[in-house]
């Protein structure tokens, strides 16, 4: 009686269990994630260790050896670099009469065409390089390689006519591998687990336990530990244990980064499972199909990258509708808000013309005040954004104010020195005076500086944002010390809607052929031409 009570409590914890467990696996394969770039370079360092040693191997055995180790590190990595490999071990192996390793490479290649989906290809090179009298290890290559290929072209099939005929022979070949294979590793164990999938019902205890058996014998990094947690992950999904499936499919996505594997699947089912099941966020879905189709690019499989587009659609298409239901949800937020206040305000003078109803009104003034206590919130950050665009505009008024204020003062000054020139008969010089460009150079430099600062104040994202509209030659950017150069000026007053060529030089003191020339330049560099300064007004429509 206690035992069964035990079992009882078990089987009611679990999924509780199982699902914080998950949780803890999202973060970690978020971390793992974070830091894709760091096992990517431990993976080329290991590559580049491997060819370093290139350089003191001397014999041809030796070489081939190399060149199979390098294919097979490659081999879930980078799809060409494996292949370039295989052919130069294919090369030597002809080259050198070495029969065992030719039909070795031939193998591999075989492999690696099966990744990009020429079923047809492998399969006439596999029926070329039956085995005769070859090694034991050479012969459980051969039917684990036929095992692969019928089942990757049945999965291809998806149960049409031909599925059955390919399900039978993969269950053929998988059976010939297993008794080839060396017994009680790892890799044997996980083929046993697949023989029962495949041969039994998927929830079969004896699958289950041989796949938990070659888990627990591989490090978390390696691909075969990926390989079975994902074949863990569908025996739960045929089961419909969803938490345990995604347990599975999160194990093996770990793995898969950890072990620089690009050729994968579990990440792109996460993904799809989130979209699915709503378990996380279809933003994070989206992050995780993304990245799954940089890594089938990377690998450069064709098929990969054509079975992800089609998942990242219904998860985009799904991410959009969020985004749009949730801009519905708040523009009705935002509705209520404004209706809420003219509510406030209507009850706040039927109170004070009504005080004998005070009583009756005041539990539906306390509902109404919960809920403006929540809009509230949302509304602090409007208020915030509302207040740094304030400052900023306060700080354009002074700085008006302070050219104004100069402008009035120099004029000022010039009045005062012009009258007392001209009343001490000093007309010649007070001409002199007047006709001296350096003053006005000056006073032109000073106003430009405050023009470029206040502008750039006011529109930090002008320079990014016009770069968008020119083609990548044409970029311009701003000077070491933060000023504008002149064909920027010209764009900035061109925002602030000065379009005639006259205004703008008399503002920037340029000549109207320069002025000309500039706009010029910016059209005839903008890509598109016909809308350039259109489109420049539009620049900025926010302020950040």
Same mark, same amino acid.
């Given at each position: 009686?206690?035992? +069964?009570?035990?079992?009882?409590? $078990?089987?009611?914890?679990?999924?509780?269990? !199982?699902?914080?467990?998950?949780?803890?696996l999202?973060?970690?394969?978020?971390?793992?994630?974070?830091q894709?770039?760091?096992?990517? @370079?431990?993976?080329?360092?290991n590559?580049?260790?491997?060819?370093?040693?290139?350089?003191?191997? $001397?014999?041809?055995?030796?070489?081939?050896?190399?060149y199979?180790?390098?294919?097979?590190?490659?081999?879930?990595?980078?799809?060409?670099?494996?292949?370039?490999? !295989?052919?130069?071990?294919?090369?030597? %192996?002809?080259?050198?009469?070495?029969?065992?390793?030719?039909?070795?490479?031939?193998?591999?290649?075989?492999?690696?065409?099966?990744?990009?989906?020429?079923?047809?290809?492998?399969?006439?090179?596999?029926? &070329?390089?039956?085995?005769?009298?070859?090694?034991?290890?050479?012969?459980?290559?051969?039917?684990?390689?036929?095992?692969?290929?019928?089942?990757?072209?049945?999965?291809?099939?998806?149960?049409?006519?031909?599925?059955?005929?390919y399900?039978?022979q993969?269950?053929k070949?998988?059976?010939?591998?297993?008794?080839?294979?060396?017994?009680?590793?790892?890799?044997?164990?996980?083929l046993?687990?697949?023989?029962?999938? =495949?041969?039994?019902?998927?929830?079969?205890?004896?699958?289950?336990?041989?796949?938990?058996?070659?888990?627990?014998?591989?490090? %978390?990094?390696?691909?075969?530990?990926?390989?079975?947690?994902?074949?863990?992950?569908?025996?739960?999904?045929?089961?419909?244990?969803?938490?345990?499936?995604?347990?599975y499919?999160?194990?093996?996505a770990?793995?898969?980064?950890?072990?620089?594997?690009?050729?994968n699947?579990?990440?792109?089912?996460?993904?799809?499972?989130?979209?699915?099941?709503? $378990?996380?966020?279809?933003?994070?879905?989206?992050?995780?199909?993304?990245?799954s189709?940089?890594?089938?690019?990377?690998?450069?499989?064709?098929?990969?990258?054509?079975?992800?587009?089609s998942?990242?659609?219904?998860?985009?298409?799904?991410?959009?509708?969020?985004?749009?239901?949730?801009?519905?949800?708040l523009?009705?937020?935002?509705?209520?808000?404004?209706?809420?206040?003219?509510? !406030?305000?209507?009850?706040?003078?039927?109170i004070?013309?009504k005080?004998?109803?005070?009583?009756?009104?005041?539990?539906?003034?306390?509902?109404?005040?919960?809920?403006?206590?929540?809009?509230?919130?949302?509304?602090? +950050?409007?208020?915030?954004? +509302?207040?740094?665009?304030?400052?900023?505009?306060e700080?354009?008024?002074?700085?008006?104010?302070?050219?104004?204020?100069?402008?009035? @003062?120099r004029?000022?000054k010039?009045?005062?020195?012009a009258?007392?020139?001209?009343?001490?008969?000093?007309?010649?010089?007070?001409?002199?005076?007047?006709s001296?460009?350096?003053?006005?150079?000056?006073?032109?430099?000073?106003?430009?500086?405050e023009?470029?600062k206040? =502008?750039?104040?006011?529109?930090?994202? =002008?320079?990014?944002?016009?770069?968008?509209?020119?083609?990548?030659?044409?970029?311009?950017?701003?000077?070491?010390?933060?000023?504008?150069?002149?064909?920027?000026?010209?764009?900035?007053?061109?925002?602030?809607?000065? $379009?005639?060529?006259s205004?703008?030089?008399?503002? +920037?003191?340029?000549?109207?052929?320069?002025?000309?020339?500039?706009?010029?330049?910016?059209?005839?560099?903008?890509?598109?031409?016909?809308?350039?300064?259109?489109?420049?007004l &539009?620049?900025?429509?926010?302020?950040?």
């Amino acid at each position: 009686m206690r035992h +069964l009570i035990i079992i009882i409590i $078990t089987l009611m914890i679990q999924p509780i269990y !199982v699902k914080g467990d998950n949780n803890q696996l999202y973060k970690q394969l978020d971390a793992a994630l974070a830091q894709r770039a760091h096992y990517v @370079e431990l993976k080329e360092k290991n590559l580049n260790e491997i060819k370093q040693g290139a350089k003191y191997v $001397t014999s041809n055995e030796d070489k081939l050896k190399l060149y199979e180790q390098l294919a097979n590190e490659y081999k879930a990595y980078e799809y060409d670099s494996a292949m370039t490999y !295989v052919n130069k071990g294919l090369i030597l %192996a002809q080259k050198s009469n070495n029969i065992l390793f030719n039909k070795r490479f031939q193998l591999s290649q075989t492999r690696l065409l099966i990744t990009r989906g020429f079923y047809a290809e492998a399969k006439e090179i596999l029926q &070329k390089i039956e085995p005769q009298e070859d090694s034991h290890d050479y012969q459980f290559l051969y039917y684990y390689t036929l095992y692969g290929l019928y089942n990757n072209w049945a999965t291809f099939c998806e149960n049409n006519e031909f599925s059955k005929n390919y399900n039978q022979q993969k269950v053929k070949y998988l059976k010939k591998a297993i008794e080839l294979s060396p017994k009680k590793d790892a890799f044997y164990y996980y083929l046993m687990g697949e023989l029962y999938y =495949f041969s039994n019902h998927p929830n079969n205890n004896k699958t289950i336990q041989y796949y938990k058996k070659a888990l627990s014998m591989e490090k %978390a990094n390696s691909r075969l530990h990926a390989m079975t947690a994902f074949a863990l992950s569908e025996v739960y999904q045929k089961a419909n244990n969803l938490e345990l499936m995604e347990h599975y499919l999160l194990v093996a996505a770990i793995s898969d980064v950890t072990s620089a594997t690009k050729e994968n699947v579990a990440l792109q089912d996460i993904a799809l499972f989130i979209y699915k099941h709503k $378990t996380r966020s279809l933003k994070k879905a989206q992050e995780y199909i993304n990245l799954s189709l940089e890594d089938a690019y990377t690998y450069n499989n064709r098929l990969r990258r054509i079975e992800i587009s089609s998942k990242l659609q219904l998860i985009t298409n799904a991410y959009t509708d969020d985004i749009k239901t949730t801009n519905r949800l708040l523009n009705i937020a935002l509705l209520v808000i404004i209706l809420l206040l003219l509510g !406030v305000g209507i009850s706040s003078l039927f109170i004070r013309k009504k005080n004998r109803l005070l009583k009756q009104k005041k539990d539906e003034i306390s509902a109404t005040s919960a809920k403006m206590e929540i809009l509230n919130g949302q509304l602090h +950050l409007i208020n915030d954004e +509302l207040k740094d665009t304030n400052q900023k505009r306060e700080r354009l008024v002074k700085v008006y104010i302070d050219l104004c204020y100069k402008n009035i @003062e120099r004029n000022s000054k010039l009045r005062t020195l012009a009258v007392r020139k001209i009343k001490a008969n000093q007309s010649k010089e007070l001409l002199s005076l007047l006709s001296s460009s350096t003053s006005t150079e000056k006073e032109n430099k000073e106003f430009l500086t405050e023009f470029d600062k206040a =502008f750039l104040s006011l529109y930090p994202t =002008f320079v990014s944002e016009l770069n968008q509209q020119l083609t990548e030659s044409a970029h311009i950017q701003l000077k070491e010390n933060g000023e504008m150069p002149p064909i920027l000026r010209v764009c900035a007053l061109l925002r602030l809607g000065i $379009t005639e060529s006259s205004k703008i030089a008399g503002i +920037l003191s340029y000549s109207p052929q320069t002025v000309y020339n500039y706009r010029s330049i910016l059209k005839n560099n903008a890509i598109d031409k016909e809308h350039f300064e259109e489109n420049v007004l &539009k620049l900025c429509m926010i302020i950040a």
